[in-house]
């Protein structure tokens, strides 16, 4: 189920798909071009400035009166520069039936899970696809039988997943990289006998009683986060590693969401409960609250306070970047036609000061055209490892000359 590989090929056959549906139905298309600005010279003599050139397309048709449907969005990307951002995917492929208590949806689909606002940790459907954005929200589309039921006493989820997608990551020598030995992303390594055959397990069980919401889901199966740790060759001169290749653990994972909502507060959570690791279990989670002020200034902009601590019981051995963290942020919403927005944060490690700020703005410029800002920098680690250098207790320093601003208008039509 790779995809990536071939772009142009896979968006030959998406364009001839889309000649074959009916013409009836709902069809959108957006084509996005972006720049990319690094702030800094890289030390392995990376471009500074890339460009990026990118299309989606979202279809939908339903019949038998609405109970039945089909989603197909596919997308294509090509990077000037990083040839593992030259990828096609397909995010959504689906039939959906609907019948009074229950759908299923059978197919390519995207699902998320999670409330918080800066770590996903009960997000496991989904592997993650870094190049498009290394905030790690950008995903791929995961093969799935999916039975929902709605009954009175909650939405439960019953999840089959088809086969493991791998991480995409950034190719050798270009920017955003997690290390400076090598890595063999195309010769990943399963400690799950079927390999990237293995059928996956979830389910998830939703509610709400007054203000309160939660969800339980349970995950069984092969890990979307890769370890960097299965050495293929030493150096001999130096006795170190020359090529690694990424592993990919068989887990069970729990996680609990929670949210609260009161007056202008969102108070909200996710916890995880993860064995399969080189751990026996260990336990993770992100806490806190969003707090929206109406009418800032007297105008008709609204602003919302966020605020998070995010905690992993394994310190220096957990491979997120968040096992000691707070995220301080906020919420800029203008209320004006062109849909004006900008978000904002940074996050702090407590106990080595390094710190990553991200924002995130859009306006629409015209009826058709939307213009995107991103930003993504690291800095504040007082000792920090060589570029390039993965450090367990510095997981931002590799990125330390990787400072970005990321410009792209977007055509809808």
């Given at each position: 189920?790779?995809f990536?590989?071939?772009?142009?090929?896979?968006?030959?056959l998406?364009?001839?798909?889309?000649?074959?549906?009916?013409?009836?139905?709902d069809?959108?298309?957006?084509i996005?071009?972006?720049?990319r600005?690094?702030?800094?010279?890289?030390p392995q003599?990376?471009a500074d400035?890339?460009?990026?050139?990118?299309?989606?397309?979202?279809?939908?048709?339903e019949?038998?009166?609405?109970?039945?449907?089909?989603?197909?969005?596919p997308?294509?990307?090509?990077d000037?520069?990083?040839?593992?951002?030259?990828?096609a995917?397909?995010?959504?492929m689906?039939?959906?039936?609907?019948?009074?208590?229950?759908?299923?949806?059978?197919?390519?689909?995207?699902v998320?899970?999670?409330?918080?606002?800066?770590?996903?940790?009960?997000?496991?459907?989904?592997?993650?696809?870094f190049?498009?954005?290394p905030?790690?929200?950008e995903?791929?589309?995961?093969p799935?039988?999916n039975?929902?039921s709605?009954r009175?006493?909650?939405?439960?989820?019953?999840?089959?997943l088809v086969?493991h997608?791998?991480r995409?990551?950034?190719?050798?020598?270009d920017?955003?990289q997690?290390?400076?030995?090598?890595?063999?992303?195309?010769?990943?390594?399963?400690?799950?006998?079927?390999?990237?055959?293995?059928?996956?397990?979830?389910?998830?069980?939703?509610?709400?009683?007054?203000?309160?919401?939660?969800?339980l889901?349970?995950?069984?199966?092969?890990?979307?986060?890769?370890?960097?740790?299965?050495?293929?060759?030493?150096?001999?001169?130096t006795?170190?590693?020359?090529?690694?290749?990424p592993?990919?653990?068989?887990?069970?994972?729990?996680?609990?969401?929670?949210?609260?909502i009161?007056e202008?507060?969102?108070?909200?959570?996710?916890?995880?409960?993860?064995s399969?690791?080189?751990?026996?279990?260990?336990?993770?989670?992100t806490?806190g609250?969003?707090?929206?002020?109406?009418?800032?200034f007297?105008t008709?902009?609204?602003?919302g306070?966020?605020?998070?601590?995010?905690?992993?019981?394994?310190?220096?051995?957990?491979?997120?970047?968040?096992e000691?963290?707070?995220?301080?942020?906020?919420r800029?919403s203008?209320?004006?036609?062109?849909?004006?927005?900008?978000?904002?944060?940074?996050?702090?490690?407590?106990e080595?000061d390094?710190?990553?700020?991200?924002?995130?703005?859009?306006k629409?410029?015209?009826?058709?055209?939307k213009?995107?800002v991103?930003?993504?920098?690291?800095?504040?680690?007082a000792?920090?490892?060589a570029?390039?250098?993965r450090?367990?207790?510095?997981?931002?320093?590799?990125f330390?000359?990787?400072?970005?601003?990321?410009?792209?208008?977007?055509?809808?039509?």
């Amino acid at each position: 189920m790779s995809f990536n590989r071939q772009p142009i090929q896979w968006m030959a056959l998406v364009w001839v798909m889309m000649f074959s549906l009916p013409v009836s139905a709902d069809l959108d298309s957006e084509i996005g071009f972006q720049m990319r600005v690094f702030t800094e010279d890289s030390p392995q003599a990376n471009a500074d400035v890339t460009g990026a050139l990118r299309y989606k397309l979202e279809y939908f048709t339903e019949w038998n009166d609405g109970a039945d449907s089909f989603e197909f969005i596919p997308w294509v990307i090509w990077d000037s520069e990083d040839e593992e951002r030259r990828s096609a995917d397909i995010q959504d492929m689906a039939w959906i039936h609907v019948a009074d208590e229950w759908e299923l949806r059978t197919g390519i689909r995207k699902v998320f899970w999670g409330v918080v606002e800066s770590q996903h940790r009960v997000d496991i459907i989904n592997q993650t696809h870094f190049t498009m954005n290394p905030n790690g929200e950008e995903k791929l589309g995961q093969p799935m039988i999916n039975l929902s039921s709605v009954r009175d006493w909650g939405i439960i989820d019953v999840y089959l997943l088809v086969g493991h997608r791998e991480r995409i990551l950034p190719g050798e020598g270009d920017r955003l990289q997690f290390t400076s030995i090598p890595v063999e992303w195309d010769d990943a390594v399963y400690e799950a006998g079927g390999e990237e055959n293995r059928v996956d397990f979830a389910v998830r069980w939703q509610h709400s009683y007054g203000d309160w919401e939660w969800a339980l889901s349970h995950f069984s199966g092969t890990s979307r986060d890769p370890i960097l740790g299965d050495v293929v060759a030493i150096d001999q001169s130096t006795g170190r590693p020359s090529h690694i290749r990424p592993l990919y653990n068989t887990i069970d994972q729990t996680g609990l969401e929670l949210q609260y909502i009161w007056e202008g507060w969102i108070f909200k959570g996710e916890l995880i409960s993860n064995s399969g690791f080189d751990v026996d279990r260990y336990t993770a989670g992100t806490f806190g609250f969003e707090y929206t002020q109406v009418g800032i200034f007297d105008t008709n902009m609204d602003f919302g306070y966020i605020a998070e601590y995010s905690g992993d019981d394994r310190g220096d051995r957990a491979l997120s970047t968040a096992e000691h963290d707070v995220f301080l942020g906020g919420r800029l919403s203008f209320n004006d036609a062109d849909s004006s927005e900008v978000v904002m944060g940074v996050n702090l490690d407590l106990e080595t000061d390094e710190q990553l700020y991200v924002l995130e703005a859009s306006k629409r410029v015209a009826e058709s055209v939307k213009i995107i800002v991103d930003a993504f920098i690291v800095t504040g680690s007082a000792n920090p490892p060589a570029f390039g250098e993965r450090d367990p207790e510095y997981k931002t320093a590799s990125f330390s000359k990787d400072d970005y601003l990321q410009v792209e208008a977007v055509y809808y039509f």
